[in-house]
C-alpha cells in the first residue's frame, strides 16, 4: 500500500464527525477535502452556524467543500482534489455515479443497518420499531443505487430492549472507529472482497417513517411494546407524543422491564413510586420521562405530583 491515499471525506452530522476525526489518526489517510452540507439556521435565534464536520475540517485546516446536489460542483472536486479514495457517512445528498467510481480506490460508504436489510435514511429507527433483535453496522462500496453496493465486511451487535436511537447509534459509531483503518487497509491492499447483497432480502427505511406526523402513541390502541419501541425509535427526534387523562406529553422515556406482578384493570397507576399506564386495554408501560406541553421535561414522579395526583 502506497504512503497516503487522497481522500475525500463525505459527511455532515456528529457520527460523521467523530469517523473524521478517527480517520485524520490514521497516518495513510491523507484527507485532501471535506464536503458536507451547507451552514444551517440553529437554535431559536436562527443563527447561520456551519456542522460540526465542517467545524473539524476548519479547525484542521482541511479544505471544505458544498456540493450542494449539483453534479458540475461534484466535478470540480473531482479535478480540484484529485482523490484516490472517497469515505461517507451520514452525508445527506444523492451522489452522482461518476464521483463515486472516479477514484482508484472508488467510494466506501459506512451504513448502519445489516444490510440488506434497511436500505436508506433510518435504519437505526427502523430497526428499534420493528422490534429487531439485532443489527451492525456494513461497510459498502458505493454504486449508484441506494445503499445497494457490494459488501466489504459487516459487524453484527444485539440490540438491548432498553436500546434507543441515541444509544444503538453511538455503540454502532463506536464499532465503526474500532474497524475502519484496518478494513480500508485491507480494500486498498486488495485483501477484501466484495460480497453482493442478496436481493430477496432487501428492505428499506425512509425519513416520513420518523416524520412528526408519525410520532403519537395510543396508549389505547398500542400494546406496551409497540410504544416502548416507538418512544425508543423516536429519540432525540422527533420524540413520541401522546395525551394522558387530556394532558398532552411529550413521551422521552419508558420500560417495560421488571414491571410489578400486582398491577391491576386501571389506565393510570402509581405503585412503589413508579407511574404505569395500561396499554391495549391489557399490558403496561412504565412512564420514566415525560414532558408536558409547553413545560420543562420531568420524571414520573414529577408528572404524576403535579398533574395526576
Known sequence: ????VNTIFLGSNW?????????L????????????????KVGRKQVITPNIVKQIATA??????????DSKRYQLALDTYKPELNICLSFGEIVPEFFLMNPEFKSINIHYSLLPKYRGAVPIQGAILNDEKETGI???QMVAGMDAGGILSQYKIPIDID??????????????CEKIEKDLKDWIDGKAKLVDQDKSKVSFCYM???????????????????????????????????????????????SISNLPESLENEFIQFKERRLF?????????????????????????????????
Not at 15 to 23: G, P, S
Request: a neutral charge; one cysteine or more.
Open 15 to 23: 457520527e460523521a464527525a467523530q469517523v473524521l476525526e478517527k480517520c
Open 1 to 4: 500500500m502506497r504512503r497516503k
Open 138 to 140: 456494513t461497510f459498502t
Open 277 to 309: 399506564i395500561q396499554c391495549n386495554h391489557t399490558d403496561h408501560i412504565e412512564i420514566l420521562e415525560i414532558q408536558p406541553e409547553g413545560k420543562v421535561k420531568m420524571d414520573a414522579i414529577s408528572f404524576y405530583n403535579g398533574y395526576l395526583k
Open 163 to 176: 436500546d434507543t436511537n441515541i444509544t444503538l447509534r453511538q455503540k454502532l459509531l463506536d464499532i465503526s
Open 60 to 69: 484542521n485546516e482541511i479544505p471544505f467543500f458544498h456540493t450542494n446536489s
Open 208 to 254: 416520513k417513517d420518523i416524520a412528526k406526523e408519525n410520532s403519537f402513541v395510543s396508549f389505547e390502541d398500542m400494546n406496551a411494546l409497540e410504544i416502548h419501541n416507538k418512544v425508543r425509535a423516536f429519540q432525540p427526534w422527533p420524540t413520541a407524543k401522546s395525551t394522558i387523562n387530556g394532558i398532552n406529553v411529550k413521551v422521552h422515556s419508558t
Open 25 to 40: 489518526e490514521i497516518d495513510w489517510l491523507n484527507i485532501v477535502c471535506v464536503i458536507t452540507k451547507r451552514d444551517a
